[in-house]
């Protein structure tokens, strides 16, 4: 059938692309995406994706959650709701970010959108221009810059180190950006486990950045999808808990602490910016889908979230463990990785002589994928890295799966 598919794609007797938007025929397909499709049904040893594990599903909770639904809250569950969201499951939310984060709920409104992808596409609708000047990280989320690049900005990355983003090189560039009668108009941040490098921002440079977006008038945007998964250190505050002035938009996610499935995730914000983005989803899918909002509320007003979180931490921390054994076991000299304390990723830099986009195809040959790092800058200019996953795959096809890419590499140099 997919070949049946692909065929239809391929062949007709119209100029197809002759019909495209200027920015549709920009767009790019996914590259983790398109690895993900040549791996799945092969025997290759997967560290490319970026997927939770089934087994940290809790699917006996979940089914007890779905007959209490069809019996009591099926009228709701079934049927349109508000666009900003699920009004107890926005509640619940709230409460949670006041308990865990010290976020104050007097101070954020919140809106649930179709995962967090969704609400970077949004938060792209309702702030950028074309031209607009985007700081992000380098690396940074491959799909934020995807979700970014429909609104045409102009980006300019930021390195990293061990404490994340290097704010004393982003204060620099904004120092020369005022000379020159230029503005940033947002700075795009994931600073717990940053994918796809695992590193943490430190709490010193949390409140710089905060400092310089109130010197130089810019929006952060806090993207958090995996900040709950740590195996080792201690918590940081969240950028948006130290925001004195609004101007931090958080995103948080279902995603990698209940089920990617269904699809949810939020943004909370500053009241004003909440409503604008409201009314961008409204044009976009009315509401993001009632079901899963309101079983999500039953998980978290039961308790069930708080619980379920040390066993997924029990379940990955092993296996980052073992991926950190493993690159320290079998890795030629000259080639380095991060040290993640939670998270889902390692960050893989090579000698610069090997180009880990062309080295993959032999990788996949010896039975092992991951994510070349070059598209994980804004202008590609990095050939030399790679992202690495911990949470899909089991410890022994870790260490079997590092030792085939080990001795890749070792080929190439």
Same mark, same amino acid.
Request: proline residues 6%; charged residues 30%; hydrophobic residues 40%.
């Given at each position: ?37 040549? &791996?799945?049904?092969?025997? &290759? ?32 569950? =079934? ?106 108009? =947002? ?38 999808? #995996? ?19 609004? !101007? ?28 604008? =983005? ?5 044009? &976009? ?12 509320? !039953? #998980? ?19 296996? !980052? ?39 993959l195809e032999k990788a996949v040959k010896k039975g092992v994928a991951y994510v070349p790092g070059e598209a994980f800058f804004a202008y590609r200019d990095v050939k030399n890295t790679m992202r690495l996953?911990?949470? #899909? ?8 799966? &590092? ?11």
């Amino acid at each position: 059938m997919e070949e049946i598919l692909e065929k239809k794609l391929e062949s007709g007797p119209l100029n197809f692309e002759s019909y495209f938007s200027e920015k549709a025929l920009k767009m790019k397909a996914s590259e983790v995406r398109e690895l993900l499709k040549l &791996v799945e049904t092969s025997d &290759v040893i997967s560290l490319a994706g970026g997927l939770p594990n089934p087994k940290t599903f809790p699917k006996d909770i979940i089914k007890g959650i779905l007959e209490e639904i069809m019996e009591e809250h099926a009228d709701k569950a =079934l049927q349109y709701g508000t666009t900003k969201g699920f009004t107890p499951l926005r509640l619940a939310i709230a409460e949670w970010l006041r308990k865990r984060y010290n976020i104050p709920t007097s101070k954020v409104d919140i809106m649930i959108t179709s995962g967090s992808q969704q609400a970077l596409d949004l938060i792209g609708r309702v702030f950028l221009n074309p031209g607009d000047i985007v700081v992000v990280e380098a690396p940074t989320y491959l799909a934020a810059l995807q979700a970014f690049n429909f609104y045409e900005p102009q980006y300019v990355q930021v390195p990293l180190d061990d404490e994340g983003m290097r704010t004393d090189i982003l204060e620099e560039k904004l120092r020369k950006l005022k000379a020159e009668g230029k503005k940033v108009k =947002l700075v795009y941040t994931v600073p717990t486990f940053q994918n796809p490098a695992g590193i943490t921002m430190t709490e010193e440079r949390r409140k710089h950045l905060l400092e310089l977006a109130s010197e130089y008038d810019f929006i952060i945007v806090e993207d958090d999808p #995996y900040g709950e998964l740590r195996y080792s250190g201690k918590p940081v505050p969240k950028i948006k808990a130290l925001d004195t002035e609004g !101007r931090v938009l958080y995103l948080g996610t279902f995603s990698k602490i209940l089920a990617p499935g269904f699809r949810l995730g939020w943004i909370a914000g500053e009241p004003h910016f909440i409503r604008k =983005l409201e009314i961008a989803k409204q044009s &976009v899918d009315l509401c993001t889908n009632s079901f899963g909002q309101v079983v999500a509320w !039953r #998980y978290l007003e039961g308790g069930h979230l708080e619980k379920h979180i040390p066993r997924i931490i029990e379940f990955y921390k092993p296996r !980052r463990n073992a991926m950190l054994e493993a690159l320290e076991q079998y890795m030629p000299e000259g080639v380095k990785w991060t040290r993640p304390e939670g998270g889902m990723f390692i960050w893989v830099i090579l000698p610069e002589k090997i180009n880990a986009t062309t080295m993959l195809e032999k990788a996949v040959k010896k039975g092992v994928a991951y994510v070349p790092g070059e598209a994980f800058f804004a202008y590609r200019d990095v050939k030399n890295t790679m992202r690495l996953n911990f949470t #899909y795959v089991d410890e022994d096809k870790i260490q079997e799966g &590092v030792k085939r890419l080990a001795e890749t590499i070792k080929e190439e140099l």
